[in-house]
């Protein structure tokens, strides 16, 4: 008995030794974990909690008026920027011990693994905060081990290199509230339609209530699950002493109010030139030593909601139904700044740009330069051309080229440069072409910097060759802006996530280019007044005639037609404007309704936003002189010539000779012999030297 004894004895000592000793052994491997997992997480480091966030645009008056992101919408406030009910229902409903814990939640951890262990498969989560934040941060949301272990070490890491304030922060920022929403902002804006510091106790706690499940408490996609999570948030909230009684109460009881279609999220303002802002956002940023895909940018562009406004309603006005498009953009002479832009009738169907993308030909808007280039190589407004049906041969004699008029008639007279374009006579424009050559105006072109190459034909005369609205919109913008081409821009500031000013366009130095003298520049745009001018009809009316009525103020203007495209192109002092229409696959436009809709939507834009600013006159240059002249004949007006006009020109180019004289009229009228006198295809003028 006494060895059974001796030997049960012997027995519990072993296990009593052999526990101690197993302590210590896991009392080793845990310090050794411990003191291993430290080593590891000081020589990895913090873990990088950048995230991409949205980027957000500003018009030309600081107001929002669109964002930026990639499938993920989010905007970084810190916790001063967010209602402090908002943080509070955090904790009261996701981790009450945030702030004593390291990271980790032990009793919550024990109770869900012993759930888990009964359920035989991972059933219910003890996540902390932290936990959840390195989980949006750096790993999926599958319930797998592995997951676990790694949101365990991020966790950790986590609560050793950043502050509570920031982990909650980070967390508010990152966690997901459906409908591609991320962070408390981002949400607050989508449901509420406000900033997330002016959300309410009840807003708040209803937000708070998403994030447990988007697709089950969204109150767009639930409102009575929605409701009742809030309910129990406002319940946590007051246990823990976070709210009183009374505001609970009120909460409960307030009628909040869902505005999703009025937040910035669900406005499309100028969808098309948005993707230009963020092209061009892009260079910069690059150029500056940044990727855009950083996020958090705020891009003030140039866009004028006045001028975008009255441009989208008057397209809508004017458009037929059907597959007519439309492509319309703006921008300010003195600056360049793009200030609207409709790139089709609909975005979301196509997001195809008819004003930088499409490349089409542009008829009769490219003769302006074309007569620019001849204002430099000798013409003058009163050089004066015979329009008359004429064969033209090119190729060295092996081709020929006969030009039509639009309604197949032609003066059968001399005309001058001013009627010429007032009437857009296309014979008068391609003798022009043949007298000054190709390469004045392909140098013109190149000095425009318009991206068009000019054929050696003399079609090229009347718009053959393929280009954008936008190029051409920007060389009429440089013709107003007197000869100086400023480089049309989209956006005037950028700054990052900081506040830090990263590009800010008065700041930039860049070079004016001289592009046109200032007098030829002048010539031209009051050459372009003529479109609207009755004194210069003729076998064809002045090809804005039909507009006049709505004329408030002077504008100078170009339109175009071809088989399959529309235009019209022009400019005040303060504002230039061009408007294609035409068929994505190059149909021909044939509906008279349909053809009127480009200058409709031209003049109707022009006089919506010039409409209470003071109306601004071309005004000459010094070496410019005005003078009243007669149409017909290019003399100096007297009261026995009827068609009278003002008609600037250089100094060395005004007339010396009355309308009445007898050789003007002779010069004009009588036939002369071809092989001694090619006046019906070279430019004379009447005028003294």
Not at 310 to 332: D, N, R, V
Not at 595 to 617: A, C, D, N, Y
Request: net charge neutral; glycine share 6%; aromatic share 12%.
């Amino acid at each position: 008995m006494r060895r059974a004894q001796y030997k049960k004895k012997t027995t519990r000592s072993k296990r009593i030794k052999r526990f101690f000793l197993l302590s210590i052994v896991a009392s080793c491997a845990f310090f050794s974990a411990f003191v291993t997992l430290r080593i590891y997480a000081q020589i990895v480091g913090a873990p990088i909690i950048q995230v991409p966030i949205s980027s957000v645009f500003l018009d030309n008056q600081g107001n929002v008026i669109g964002d930026r992101f990639e499938e993920q919408r989010r905007y970084w406030v810190s916790l001063d920027e967010i209602s402090p009910f908002i943080p509070q229902a955090t904790i009261a409903v996701e981790d009450q011990e945030f702030y004593e814990h390291h990271g980790f939640d032990y009793t919550r951890i024990a109770s869900a693994l012993l759930k888990d262990v009964k359920a035989g498969k991972k059933v219910e989560g003890a996540s902390t905060i932290t936990q959840q934040y390195a989980r949006n941060l750096f790993l999926t949301h599958d319930k797998t081990w592995a997951r676990k272990l790694n949101e365990a070490l991020y966790a950790y890491r986590l609560e050793i290199f950043y502050e509570k304030e920031e982990l909650l922060e980070g967390y508010l920022n990152t966690v997901y509230f459906g409908h591609g929403m991320y962070g408390v902002e981002a949400a607050s804006r989508f449901y509420f339609g406000k900033s997330a510091k002016s959300l309410t106790l009840a807003e708040s706690a209803l937000l708070m209530g998403i994030p447990k499940g988007p697709t089950h408490y969204s109150p767009l996609v639930n409102e009575e699950k929605a409701k009742n999570r809030q309910q129990l948030i406002l319940a946590l909230m007051n246990n823990q002493q976070f709210i009183t009684d009374e505001q609970k109460e009120r909460a409960i009881e307030e009628n909040y109010v869902l505005k999703t279609e009025d937040s910035v999220v669900t406005k499309k303002t100028a969808p098309y030139f948005l993707e230009e802002v963020w092209k061009e956002a892009s260079q910069i940023i690059k150029e500056k030593g940044h990727r855009i895909e950083e996020g958090g940018w705020t891009i003030t562009t140039t866009l004028n909601k006045k001028h975008q406004q009255a441009a989208e309603e008057t397209i809508q006005k004017w458009m037929p139904e059907g597959e007519l498009q439309i492509g319309f953009i703006s921008m300010e002479p003195r600056t360049g700044y793009v200030t609207a832009m409709v790139g089709g009738r609909d975005f979301s169907a196509s997001p195809f740009n008819r004003v930088t993308q499409a490349k089409r030909q542009p008829g009769s808007i490219i003769k302006p330069l074309l007569y620019g280039a001849a204002l430099e190589n000798g013409f003058s407004p009163l050089t004066y051309l015979k329009s008359e049906r004429t064969i033209f041969t090119y190729d060295n004699g092996r081709r020929e080229y006969e030009p039509k008029n639009v309604n197949g008639e032609f003066a059968e007279n001399p005309i001058s440069m001013a009627q010429a374009l007032a009437i857009s006579d296309n014979i008068y424009a391609v003798k022009t072409l043949e007298h000054i050559g190709y390469k004045p105006f392909q140098q013109l072109i190149e000095r425009f910097d318009i991206k068009m190459n000019i054929d050696d034909t003399p079609a090229t005369a009347l718009g053959t060759s393929e280009v954008s609205l936008f190029e051409m919109t920007k060389a009429y913008n440089s013709i107003s802006a007197k000869g100086i081409q400023k480089k049309p821009t989209y956006i005037t500031k950028i700054t990052d996530n900081e506040g830090n000013t990263l590009y800010d366009v008065s700041k930039e130095k860049v070079k004016d280019k001289v592009v046109m003298q200032e007098q030829d520049a002048f010539l031209l745009s009051h050459l372009l007044t003529g479109m609207f001018d009755p004194i210069f009809n003729d076998y064809s009316p002045a090809t804005g005639i039909s507009i006049r009525a709505k004329q408030t103020r002077p504008y100078a203007a170009k339109s175009g037609t071809t088989i399959s495209d529309q235009y019209l192109i022009g400019f005040s002092p303060q504002l230039t404007a061009g408007v294609w229409n035409g068929y994505d696959q190059g149909k021909q436009v044939s509906d008279a309704e349909a053809k009127q809709v480009t200058k409709q939507v031209w003049i109707e834009f022009m006089e919506s936003v010039h409409r209470g600013l003071p109306v601004e006159p071309f005004i000459a240059p010094p070496g410019v002189r005005g003078v009243i002249v007669d149409i017909k004949t290019g003399g100096i007006a007297t009261s026995a010539c009827e068609k009278q006009r003002l008609v600037y020109l250089k100094e060395k180019d005004v007339p010396t000779k009355l309308c009445t004289d007898p050789s003007l009229k002779q010069h004009t009228f009588e036939e002369s012999d071809p092989e001694e006198d090619n006046w019906s295809i070279f430019p004379f003028s009447f005028f003294g030297e």
